[in-house]
């Protein structure tokens, strides 16, 4: 880290090491509030950042390089596009606002019956009221009656209610309307008392109209099922986010729903004007929104924030092992580390990392790292952005892991094939590094999170130069600007912020850093334990106990008359836990949290504890999959990889335990299994494979063809669930057996096996994989498994397993063997082969040719020493064994009777002749 007081904070004690943790927070509230996927105690990793800068600080070769290092920098990356749209876009501190105004209409609906028809009703019942007629028509008239000095003030009270409170007081008590003032409902003489109130029920029907306009467009979401039920309409009002608001005040974002809701009214014959009611809906939403130029919905964007002060916690963000077991080389004086924020949301997403190197004789930037939540198209923005701001990153040329480093260095397929994509048949290049000596000193440090091997620079010799055509630039809009470091703050923290992060150390499981956090608190465990339990309800309190027990911790731990009101999501774990939180009257709500406890990631292990104890009501619940299918699938729902991969196996978990499974949510599968995120797009092939419809088995058929390996090899297998034999998916089960990649020819390969399909092609795809694959272990794996899952004693298949037999790789030998055991096939060569797999120093492979072998002794196999030797290796397998294989070995060679029948089943092997 820099020599600054916020990138080279003061880590001496556990005290200062608290208090950067809270500055940390403070940068980033969400921060330490995930369930790690990998363990690691804060206060020891910031401990180890001390000792490891201790001893840089003494390098003068660091002290060098680190003066050389260029200032701090933040990227905003969007995509183009041809047409920037202007939108109305929602204030977020009123989401939350308006949402609890959606709810209560809701509330106001009838519990039984169709909820749309209960919709359009409302409508149609108010305009019908209004007849055309306009509250603003009426307010000018009334104004107008006003004395003329009166009439510029009424004019100029800011809000509507000031506006009839005015006229109350100031208008005359008879009013002439004029003589058409049937067309504002009115008599041409009417009373004040009369006018004012005619003006306040034209303005509470059109709120009518507006309000329900509104509620129907939220509902009324493209490609997704209207809810059926109160519940799951609350459920997806809750699930409602900025971005979703925005689009409801958007005229051309609603238009098609609003006119959707004209129909329906139109079909009850009664007038509707689809703009009149959009109208309305605008005037109700102008207060409430501002006008911002934004682009178009389709394109995205990322803010790349340089953050070593946050860098050694980038594995948190990044669900990786680098904070863990790389915490040292970000302190390299070279290595630049970027946290990917979303543009829209402001979400983090992950983080993308780089040293400079020097490749052709060019200092460059070597782009090693990204991990996270990131979609293709988001990491696609990030290198097209790192190509274009080379002048601010100080690089020549952009450097990517060439194919034999992408293995060590990546995790995940969607970082994999992006990469493999853009690097494409570039050739390799030597990296030469910068800063060898600090390099060097930070390989040899020893902590146990500095054990990986893969930032080595004996891992990272080779890479290959990014080269992008102006095409691809084209559409990346681009602004860089210097990062202003934000400084350690010096205030006391208040005990209910310190309680907030020893809770979330608590509900991220984190034992060693809460101790640490109560101890330099002054908190006893037993008290914070009491906390705790009160907080989860661990005694399954009632609802109305466990509230009472809130407000009392409150009180008792200082936290705050408001605390747990502003810290929802702290408490849901014990609203869910409560003794009457799935009895009728509460099961709605409880259903509604839980579904927001899926999303939000809080707690999860909890949750999972949570639905098994209840999984009887929740597998049978409709409802419950319904709401967490639109979690899952639906347009209103934000595209956040995790939380709707999480869901998408919650759902396969449900599913495979007998749920029913709803034939609403194929739809959103088929939609998902096209999503740019691959792990969701695996998730959700996955599924289909429990649905026999039509349009889920052409789903994956295409996605047979797909640019990753596990939707790939998940679609094979979901086609083998469903076991539907026809032309279309042989022949994309066929094309799966000459896919590039071997795992995926080896999986297609078993899914034809599983369907036995009957077709002299299916027999031709097996011979190929095991005569002619240039990879050991398809020929393997086709041996061994495809085969006896076929279980067909075809004779081409037979004489191409024996040709295996004396295949150059001993693993494929083997396990050749033990496929023709398999089907039923025994002799001495086969035994031979078995005896030789005990050598290949593979576990897996041992332990099956022990128990292959166990099975074959028991029948004659020639003389009965021959079985004898074969007792002898199988009594001293779990002892180092290579010698006593290598003698077994020469005795069944120098056996004449055992050699006749060996010659026989394999022809000349060169391991028959003699040692």
Known sequence: MHATPTLDPKLDTTEDQFRFLMYVREQIPTLFQSSPAFYFDLFKLLGEQNRLMSILKKSPSYLKELS??????????????????????????????????????????????????????????????????SSD????????????????????????????????????EKIAIFKDGYLLGLSNEVSRTQAVERLQFLIQQESEVASYGILFAALDIPDSQPPSTKMEAQIRVEDLVEEDFSALVDPKKVKSRVEHLANLIRKLGQKADGIKILNLMRSYTDERSVSVEVLSEDSIGVRLIEAPELAPFRGIPGVDSSSQNDFATINLPSKRVFLIQELNSGRLKGYVEGSYVRAEKKKSFDVSTVNGHISERELKLILYGFEKAKKALSAKNIILPDSDRQVLLLNGDTPKSVYKELIGNSPSVKLEYLDVSTRRTIEKFKSEYNTADYSKMSHNKTG????LTKVQLSPIQIEVKERLIVPLSTREYSKGEVFEFALEMAATNR????????????????????????????????????????IKAAKEFDLGENFFADHESLV????????????????????????????????????????????????????????????????????????RSRNLKMLKTLVTMGTPFPREIIPKLIILAKNEDGVIRSTAVTLLGFSEEPSAVDALISACEDSIETVKINAAHALAQIGMKNEKILEALLKGTIDPSPMAREEFAIALAKLRIDD?????????????????????KTAEEVIPIFGWQDEEIKSAMYRRLDDPKPRVRGRTALGLTKIGIRDAGITLALIEALKFHDQDLDERAELALQSLHNEPLGKPEEKTLIQNVLKTAANQREGLVDQTLREFKTNSSFCAVAVISLGKRAIMKSP
Do not use: C
């Open 68 to 133: 050389r290092k260029p200032p701090l920098i933040q990227i905003e990356l969007r995509e183009s596009k041809d047409k920037i749209l202007m939108a109305r876009e929602v204030q977020p501190k009123v989401v939350s606002e308006w949402r609890r105004k959606l709810m209560k209409d809701l509330e106001r609906l009838p519990s039984n019956g169709s909820l749309t028809d209960a919709i359009v009703s409302r409508v149609a019942l108010s305009l019908h009221q209004l007849n055309y007629r």
């Open 137 to 172: 028509m009426l307010l000018t008239t009334l104004i107008l009656n006003l004395p003329e000095p009166l009439r510029k003030e009424a004019f100029e009270k800011p809000s509507i209610e000031e506006k009839i409170s005015f006229l109350t007081k100031s208008l005359p």
């Open 464 to 467: 290959a130069i990014l080269k």
């Open 511 to 550: 034992p060693d850093s809460l101790k640490v956090v109560l101890d330099l608190s002054n908190i006893k465990v037993s008290q914070f334990q009491e906390l705790l339990e009160t907080v989860n309800n661990s005694q399954a309190l009632s609802k109305a106990e466990y509230e009472s027990a809130l």
């Open 572 to 643: 849901h774990i014990g609203l869910l836990q409560a003794s009457d939180a799935f009895d009728e009257i509460n099961q709605e709500k409880s259903i509604r949290i839980l579904i927001k406890v899926l999303k939000s990631g809080m707690n999860h292990y909890k949750i999972n504890k949570i639905i098994e104890q209840r999984i009887d009501l929740l597998k049978n619940s409709l409802p419950f999959q319904k709401s967490l299918a639109s979690l899952i699938g639906g347009a209103q729902v934000r595209p956040l990889s995790d939380l």
């Open 760 to 780: 002299p092609r299916v027999i031709q795809a097996f011979l190929r994989l095991l005569d002619k694959d240039d990879w050991q272990y398809t020929r393997a």
